[in-house]
């Protein structure tokens, strides 16, 4: 089992940056690649960004795509998403998962409980 717990969401400003962070525990957490996702109200959950064990493989959503970083710490294992100039679109509940590094949720067995981040324009 790998248990994941999302930090780092709030309430910001359109144009703000956010950094998110996932602390997993458990199972060897550098073994696995990790994703993050979103769910806004009303909407199916949506990859985000993942990225592979090693960090030598990353992959973005297009409405995320060079606005957002996703990086590991495989000493603190912690994976980061690192998002600039945040859009009201951006609102959702931000989920980390992993076991995959697919862009489909239904190949993540394992996810975090979801940290909110709400961007006012």
């Known amino acids: 089992q790998v248990q994941l717990v999302e930090s780092g969401g709030g309430l910001v400003q359109a144009g703000d940056s956010m950094r998110l962070s996932c602390a997993a525990s458990g199972r060897t957490f550098s073994s696995y690649a990790m994703g993050w996702f979103r769910q806004a109200p009303g909407k199916e959950r949506e990859f985000v960004a993942a990225?592979?064990?090693?960090?030598?493989?990353?992959r973005y959503a297009d409405s995320v795509k060079g606005r957002a970083t996703i990086s590991r710490d495989n000493a603190k294992n912690t994976v980061y998403l690192q998002m600039n100039s945040l859009k009201p679109e951006d609102t959702a509940v931000y989920y980390c998962?992993?076991?995959?590094?697919?862009?489909?949720?239904?190949?993540?067995?394992?996810w975090g409980q979801g940290t909110q981040v709400t961007v006012s324009s």
């Open positions: 998962a992993t076991g995959s590094s697919s862009i489909l949720a239904k190949t993540y067995p394992y």
């Open positions: 990225i592979s064990w090693r960090s030598d493989m990353t």
